[in-house]
């Protein structure tokens, strides 16, 4: 008899460990195959191109055409959704991944009380994942143990639009910027009355 692989086991000591749980694993389970029955081999070989599986998942549920054969009629706003999920996870992949609040603390050499006080200040970027907060790791200068010079400043351009609309302007290339991202230039030059601009002109509160 075949041994259960690594994957066969964890479902199933998961689904045992709480109903609720298993319901959401089974659920889940029957649309992933039904997207695998469905969807074009080309769509099912560029979502394996993402280098996590939930880089994956989202990429084949955005796919309008997989959406069309299998989702539509489950869930019309099942597309929208994951195709936001999949430019999240690209953010966050041009963010260099993300810390937790204890690894943060360790680079700054201060209290996990003090991250969660910046935090909430808005002098750090952080998102909600999983129950817990993460920050994007290319806000640090981690050969100097600091926050990139001028960062503070800038997030709070963005305080009402929230920590993703902040990272997407900042990981984005921009033609101003000789497409060059204004994190690089941040990062090279600090907070110029140039970046400045273009943040406020991307929350609608500047002049071109």
Known sequence: M???SS???AFRDAASADP????FLRR??????RIAAHADLKIL???LAASTGFGALARVLADAATAEASLVDLDPLAPLVARNAEHRVQILEAAGGTLSSTE???QLGVSRQAIEKRRRANTLLAVR??????????QFDEAKGTVVAGLPKLLDVFAKAGPWVAMDFLLAPDDALGGETPMQRLRREGLTPELERLARIEQGDGFA
């Open 104 to 106: 943060v603390a360790q």
């Open 2 to 4: 075949k041994a259960p």
């Open 28 to 33: 889940s389970m029957d649309t992933i195959t």
């Open 129 to 138: 994942m999983g129950g817990d907060w993460r920050y994007p790791r290319c």
């Open 7 to 9: 994957h066969e086991t």
């Open 45 to 47: 070989s560029e979502a």
């Open 20 to 23: 609720l749980r298993e319901a």
